[in-house]
């Protein structure tokens, strides 16, 4: 790691006086191997790193094996288990309610890309501050083995099916629908899918994280393009990346023009370090070319693809008070009886 | 002018034969959608109304934007009653499509103001009729094409209030109103509304009886449509989130609140609104935005009709299991389907109750009338952050979209009720904390909102099963027990519900009681006197709410006979009454309409008759 982060404080806390088990959650009930839980372990990792506040945190999800995690990490914050592909407008709701909580959603390729590609899409039209995760599979876990809309076309079923269509992907939707943060990882690279949590942790706006994770009961097959062998025999990342939480120090011993550093919202900074190829994760255009070009070379190609950290948020787009919804007073929630006498005069 | 004046065509009588008819007709406008009509039908609306004259406005309309036939009927009752009236004496025929079958829908006797471009056979001897030269004032005037339309229909407005006697001051005045002091446009229309006026000063006779003259029946009352009125109500309920998609005839409601938000709900400082409004892409997007904000602690609602609401039926059911307060409006139409998107209906009312897989059950608010609209409007909030759970206002088109002459809707009369609502300094005190614990034997929990600090506090909200803790449990007696304590909770709502109102007979205790709500109202209230006068002496009771009060099941046993009258097929509310007060079930008697159409006294007093004389 080209990285070096000073710290100082008491070890074993973070910022906030936090160790890592305030991040933890209850003991996983998903299978043994699951990428999904190792997501959910950077997840902890990252909010630890980045000492979030779990009690300005909501954690958000749909329905699924995926959708399950929440309850695996961040015990100290409160969560909703939604409906299957409805999560992101739950998410909308209540994220204009309280706009001083971040979201940090999970959902899977078919709560985001079968069910609910309909709200994914909306969601990211809106821009809601949001961390969103789809640990994709490219099958349905809970229903044992069925196809999900990410699933590669000839993905063989364990009973034989065949899958005739050809699959959605994620990252390309993303970027389609205007989406500002858009990377894509996979869950052997638990480094990267930490840096990339803590780098959208502090993105101001939806950042879609679409993490390859394997299914070790159902989609696990050598030649599937969501599993463990594929996956390390094909990633391919775009740069080295880390995240420099607020208030710390960076020693960053990169040769000279090999690395780029991008202040975020919430004062971290992003270091991205080029690799092979010169990569410019500002534009879109780039990103559409580069996941068409993997998809043409059968490759896994991982990073932020995509950061436009211009965009309004919802909150603002709405036009809202500064001040929580849920925080304001009575009195500011309910006009005053003389605006009444007065509206009530044009109906006379 | 050129033209001669013009003596009214085939009229019954000599003018001096017929006693002039005061401040009561009705009168139906036939136009072609989307030919500016509204403008004008509201204007001689309110001008009646300012004149002191009880009425009512109903707009028949089409799904369409533009040229299929449309009636706007407005009534005027010097006895103050404002219902539907299935036949008017006066017709303002201005779609040559529709003339034929409207001349004959006339009452005997009646007017008929024509568009004298109509070229139709005057098939009706009986009728008094009146030509408005519609295109010589329009060349005369001369107004800019776009407005052209629009001007074209305050013709009709002129020569009407000429003949009838409204006052052009009040014209002008309600003009006003209506284009919020726009004074170009005031101008513009007025103009043709006096050129039009003018000419039949010159050139027609009076030769009906029927007048407007001053009352002073109005006086306190505002004219408001439903929506417009609910979404005032939600405003000064303190609605934080509003999640909703465009449907007829709801739409109006989360536009209005679009509308007066920036005036009533913007911080003063920073000029930023305390409330977000947000179009969903869908009716499930709109629920689900609703069920979030509602979760997160902040009061938030949703508007929708049939289509919509079956969208709905998914959030409603997690939001119920979940216990999140949420507020629900549904303007009725007429389903199933896609049903007549413009035309009104009551048969949503046991898809609300119901609503959602499994044992799910919701209360229902029935307001009738656009001042109650306001009530519930702030009122439901208080009852679904009480209850912690989805509260359904049935609202219907006919009080959504019509201008109803109404009482202005009081102020909150107390203050906002969050329920029960842990923070952290609580979450002290407490020994140990369970989201789903009947700690008070009401079956309501305590809950604690996200962004509370206490690490004792924090629950998983989850559709899935789980015990009080809100952790999933598979468990037999985790699930029944939480089912039940459900039930008790949904006990206790009915003691939070608005009462009915109870009319009773002025001579002592009918024995025959009638059971109504919602937009009916005021045709009940009219066939009543009609029965009366008929020797038939009836108590009224107005449901507000389900589920129902003891007074209703009290009500019931109290008469020896009682009608359920509402606007479905099936006698919906009848069903929830037989199942709320099973051994009186068979003397509930059943009697629906389910036109489309607003319903009016004569049905009632009809349809009551029949059964009785059978």
Not at chain 1, 173 to 185: K, T
Request: hydrophobic share 40%; with cysteine; charged share 20%.
């Amino acid at each position: 790691m080209a990285v070096e982060v000073q710290e100082a404080r008491p070890t074993g806390v973070n910022l906030l006086g936090l160790g890592r088990g305030d991040y933890r959650g209850l003991p996983s009930t998903l299978c043994a191997g699951c990428g999904h839980n190792s997501i959910s372990s950077q997840i902890i990792a990252a909010c630890y790193e980045m000492s979030v506040p779990p009690w300005k945190t909501i954690k958000l999800s749909g329905i699924g094996c995926s959708s399950k995690s929440p309850a695996y990490f961040l015990n100290r914050s409160h969560g909703f288990n939604g409906l299957h592909g409805r999560m992101p407008s739950l998410a909308t709701g209540a994220l204009v309610a309280n706009r001083g909580l971040r979201g940090i959603a999970v959902s899977g390729d078919g709560d985001t890309a079968s069910i609910g590609i309909g709200q994914f899409i909306h969601m990211l039209r809106r821009n809601i501050p949001m961390v969103y995760i789809v640990e994709n599979n490219g099958v349905y876990g809970l229903t044992k083995g069925q196809f999900s809309a990410t699933a590669d076309k000839g993905q063989v079923l364990k009973k034989g099916m065949e899958n005739p269509f050809n699959p959605v992907d994620i990252c390309i939707e993303a970027l389609a629908a205007n989406c500002g943060f858009v990377a894509r990882s996979f869950a052997g690279d638990p480094r990267q899918v930490k840096e990339l949590i803590k780098a959208a942790l502090g993105y101001n706006g939806t950042a879609v994280l679409d993490i390859i994770s394997p299914c070790v009961t159902f989609n696990n097959r050598d030649e599937s393009t969501k599993s463990y062998t594929w996956g390390k025999e094909h990633e391919d990342p775009i740069h080295d990346m880390s995240v420099i939480p607020e208030r710390e120090e960076i020693h960053v011993d990169y040769e000279p023009g090999t690395a780029t550093t991008v202040e975020m919202h919430d004062g971290s900074r992003l270091v991205l370090h080029k690799l092979e190829r010169d990569y410019n994760p500002r534009d879109r255009m780039s990103a559409l070319m580069l996941l068409e070009q993997a998809r043409v070379n059968n490759e896994l190609i991982t990073g932020l693809l995509y950061l436009n950290d211009e965009q309004p948020i919802l909150q603002d787009t709405a036009g809202l008070v500064d001040t929580p919804i849920v925080d304001l007073s009575p009195e500011a929630l309910r006009p005053s009886p003389e605006s009444l006498e007065q509206l009530l005069a044009d109906f006379r | 002018m050129s033209m001669p004046a013009v003596a009214a065509q085939g009229s019954g009588a000599a003018p001096m034969e017929r006693p002039p008819i005061l401040n009561e007709f009705s009168m139906v406008v036939a136009t072609v959608n989307g030919s500016g009509s509204q403008t004008s039908n509201m204007a001689i609306l309110r001008a009646l109304f300012r004149m002191g004259v009880p009425v009512g406005g109903k707009n028949l309309f089409p799904s369409n934007i533009q040229g299929l036939p449309t009636w706007f009927t407005i009534r005027a009752s010097a006895h103050g009653f404002t219902a539907r009236r299935e036949r008017s004496e006066i017709l303002v025929a201005m779609n040559p499509a529709t003339f034929i079958e409207d001349l004959a829908g006339l009452s005997p006797g009646g007017v008929c103001f024509y568009n004298d471009t109509i070229t139709a056979p005057r098939t009706r001897e009986d009728i008094t009729f009146y030509p408005i030269p519609v295109e010589e004032l329009l060349r005369e005037l001369n107004p800019a094409k776009a407005l052209r339309d629009y001007v074209a229909n305050m013709a009709y407005v002129g020569v009407v209030a000429q003949l009838l006697g409204i006052d052009l001051a009040e014209v002008r005045g309600a003009l006003e109103t209506h284009f919020h002091g726009k004074a170009k446009a005031v101008e513009s229309n007025m103009a043709m509304v006096e050129a039009a006026a003018g000419w039949a000063r010159q050139n027609l006779v009076k030769q009906d009886p029927y007048l407007v003259q001053r009352d002073r029946q109005t006086e306190g009352k505002i004219m408001i449509d439903g929506n417009t009125a609910a979404a005032l109500g939600a405003l000064y309920g303190g609605v934080g989130v509003v999640g909703w998609y465009p449907i007829t005839p709801a739409s109006s409601l989360a536009e209005s609140i679009q509308e007066y938000a920036p005036s009533l709900r913007t911080d003063p400082e920073t000029g930023k609104l305390t409330v977000a409004i947000i179009q969903a892409e869908d009716e499930i997007a709109g629920a689900g935005i609703a069920v979030g904000a509602g979760w997160m602690g902040a009061r938030s609602m949703t508007s929708t009709s049939g289509p919509g609401l079956s969208l709905m039926a998914e959030y409603v059911g997690l939001a119920f299991f979940v216990e999140v307060p949420v507020v629900i409006w549904d303007v009725q139409r007429m389903g199933p389907g896609t049903g007549l998107p413009t035309r009104t209906s009551q048969g949503d009312i046991l898809f609300a109750r119901f609503m959602g897989h499994g044992d799910t059950k919701h209360p229902l608010l029935l307001p009738g009338s656009p001042t109650e609209c306001f009530e519930f409007g702030w009122k439901a909030f208080d009852i679904a952050e009480r209850l912690q759970t989805p509260v359904f206002v049935l609202s219907d088109l006919d009080i959504g979209m019509n201008l109803w002459m109404t009482d202005p809707p009081a102020y909150p009369d107390k203050p906002m009720d969050r329920g029960k609502v842990l923070t952290d300094e609580d979450l002290e005190q407490v020994g140990d904390f369970a989201r789903y614990r009947d700690v008070d034997g009401d079956g309501i929990g305590y809950r604690t909102l996200p962004g509370s600090k206490n690490p004792k506090g924090v629950w998983f909200a989850r559709g899935t099963g789980h015990n009080e803790k809100a952790v999933y449990s598979e468990r037999a007696d985790d699930w029944t027990k939480n089912m039940e304590r459900l039930w008790r909770k949904l006990e206790t709502g009915r003691k939070l519900m608005p009462l009915p109102v109870i009319e009773r007979a002025p001579n002592g205790q009918a024995e025959i009681g009638l059971i109504a709500f919602g937009s009916t109202d005021p045709a009940i209230l009219e066939a009543r006197e009609r029965l009366a006068a008929q020797g038939i002496a009836t108590d009224y009771l107005r449901l507000r709410a389900v589920p129902f009060a003891p007074e209703v099941e009290a009500f019931i046993r109290g008469h020896r006979r009682v009608y359920v009258i509402e606007m479905n097929t099936d006698g919906q509310m009848r069903q929830l009454l037989q199942l709320d007060v099973p051994d009186q079930a068979a003397k509930l008697r059943s009697l629906t309409i389910n036109s489309g159409l607003p319903m009016s006294a004569r049905w009632v007093t009809e349809a009551l008759l029949a059964v009785e004389e059978a």
